[in-house]
């Protein structure tokens, strides 16, 4: 096992290899100047030059690169000029708000796309199989944000169920003591139940966005796995040996059909760590995301390759979980391994 995961993880070194390259140079091609927006708009040419020289922008691209590359092999990934924190920090704070999130929603959108998919299977050409073809093209259909602002104005602005999408507490309520970072957890882990409601209250709405647009590829990989292990001939000999149904679908023909249904969560897994961005503006989220987009706008470089970075680490770890996962599910896939 131990060998697998350094294998994986030796193939995987490539890639981060040239993650750090292209979020670098991808920063430096952008426009705007990170000297210009720091000294202000009344600042002079030679102010802006001083700020520029302090930044080290001023020195070719190659020694920049080089600097970086030194600097995050002793695991510094530099200050953000906007907080004046280190990006690392900055990172750490920030990304439970981030995890929290993207779990819930991913959480959610399992919980009803696999018994919808196994339903439609099971059932297929009945009402419940359209049902999900339906849910699964207007899932996939909507833009992320626009779902997000429609169920903000419905929810919050028309009927007044849902909170204010201001972050992930009332302002009349205060974080719970650190555990995990995940305000939920955490305020169970104190018995603070109002805190729990505070804190489900306002991760319901930026959840339930993210759910809706996993729903689509879980339920259409659910449902076309499941009907390939339902017309195999080891569930109509399960079938013709007395099994019940529920023995049949859930033992025999779920667990079959799991692999693919795996591969297709972690691949919506990494969509969402995308689709926090927009959905943590949307909600004013304290997470990565947001934390990422204010320093583009500010053009501070070093929170933006944090951030790519820290991405595509969390990729890195999730294809590695999955592996893992296949050889539980399948003992086979582990032998061939």
């Known amino acids: 096992m131990l060998r697998h995961v350094g294998r994986r993880l030796a193939t995987a070194l490539p890639s981060l290899i040239g993650v750090i390259i292209t979020a670098f140079l991808l920063t430096r091609v952008l426009p705007g100047d990170p000297a210009?927006?720091?000294?202000?708009?009344?600042?002079?040419?030679?102010?802006?030059?001083?700020?520029?020289?302090?930044?080290?922008?001023?020195?070719?691209?190659?020694?920049?690169?080089?600097?970086?590359?030194?600097?995050?092999?002793?695991?510094?990934?530099?200050?953000?000029?906007?907080?004046?924190?280190?990006?690392?920090?900055?990172?750490?704070?920030?990304?439970?708000?981030?995890?929290?999130?993207?779990?819930?929603?991913?959480?959610?959108?399992?919980?009803?796309?696999?018994?919808?998919?196994?339903?439609?299977?099971?059932?297929?050409?009945?009402?419940?199989?359209?049902?999900?073809?339906?849910?699964?093209?207007?899932?996939?259909?909507?833009?992320?944000?626009?779902?997000?602002?429609?169920?903000?104005?419905?929810?919050?602005?028309q009927t007044g169920i849902a909170p204010a999408p201001l972050g992930r507490l009332d302002i009349f309520f205060s974080p719970p003591p650190q555990v995990t970072g995940f305000y939920l957890i955490d305020s169970l882990i104190a018995g603070d139940i109002e805190t729990f409601r505070s804190a489900a209250a306002q991760i319901f709405l930026?959840?339930?966005?993210?759910?809706?647009?996993?729903?689509?590829?879980?339920?259409?990989?659910?449902?076309a796995s499941m009907l390939s292990v339902l017309a195999s001939d080891f569930v109509r000999t399960a079938r013709a040996n007395g099994l019940s149904t529920w023995r049949v679908i859930v033992v025999y023909a779920f667990r079959n059909a799991m692999l693919p249904v795996i591969t297709t969560l972690g691949m919506v897994f990494s969509f969402l760590l995308g689709a926090n961005v927009l959905v943590e503006k949307v909600f004013a989220w304290p997470g990565i995301g947001s934390y990422a987009v204010e320093a583009l706008i500010a053009s501070d470089f070093a929170p933006v390759q944090g951030f790519v970075l820290a991405m595509a680490a969390l990729y890195v770890l999730l294809n590695l979980l999955i592996d893992l996962a296949y050889g539980v599910i399948d003992p086979r896939v582990q032998m061939e391994g």
Request: glycine share 8%.
């Open 36 to 157: 210009a927006y720091f000294a202000g708009p009344a600042a002079t040419e030679q102010a802006i030059a001083e700020i520029r020289t302090q930044l080290g922008l001023d020195r070719p691209v190659h020694e920049q690169f080089i600097a970086y590359v030194s600097d995050l092999a002793q695991g510094n990934l530099g200050t953000s000029l906007t907080t004046g924190q280190p990006v690392t920090q900055d990172i750490i704070a920030r990304l439970p708000a981030s995890a929290e999130l993207t779990l819930t929603g991913l959480l959610a959108a399992v919980l009803i796309a696999v018994p919808l998919g196994i339903a439609a299977a099971v059932r297929q050409g009945s009402w419940i199989d359209h049902l999900s073809r339906i849910l699964a093209t207007s899932g996939v259909s909507l833009p992320v944000f626009f779902t997000g602002l429609l169920l903000v104005y419905v929810f919050y602005y």
């Open 206 to 223: 930026p959840a339930t966005t993210l759910a809706i647009f996993s729903l689509a590829p879980i339920t259409r990989m659910t449902r």
